[in-house]
Nanobody, 124 residues
Framework: QVHLVESGGGPVQAGGSLRLSCVSSGDKYSSIAMAWFRQAIGREREAVAV???????TYADSVKGRFTISKDNAKNTLYLEMTSLKPEDSAMYYCAAGWPGPMTRLLRYEYIHWGQGTQVTVSS
């Protein structure tokens, strides 16, 4: 079992930046993909960024060039650096872990471990 705890969310003005963190604990899988998803009120949970087992990254089109996913293995921590934030980025952000295929990295059902979420609110 993998336990994920997110932090770093909060209110921010449009154009600002935030860094989300996700600390993992529990079973240490030798290789697992990590991802950030988000869910706004009344909308489906959608993938934001994926850091796959080989170090490759995948981003949703809406955040390319603005968000960066990274990991510090020594700290068991996944990060999401968010810049140039927009009001439409407001959502609950979730950390997830799993074993997606190369064509299914952005699909929610590929991830079996989830954190409790951290809220990001961007005001205009």
């Amino acid at each position: 079992q993998v336990h994920l705890v997110e932090s770093g969310g909060g209110p921010v003005q449009a154009g600002g930046s935030l860094r989300l963190s996700c600390v993992s604990s529990g079973d240490k899988y030798s290789s697992i993909a990590m991802a950030w998803f988000r869910q706004a009120i009344g909308r489906e949970r959608e993938a934001v960024a994926v850091l796959d087992r080989d170090g490759s990254t995948t981003y949703a089109d809406s955040v390319k060039g603005r968000f960066t996913i990274s990991k510090d293995n020594a700290k068991n921590t996944l990060y999401l650096e968010m810049t140039s934030l927009k009001p439409e980025d407001s959502a609950m952000y979730y950390c997830a872990a799993g074993w997606p295929g190369p064509m299914t990295r952005l699909l929610r059902y590929e991830y079996i471990h989830w954190g409790q979420g951290t809220q990001v609110t961007v005001s205009s």
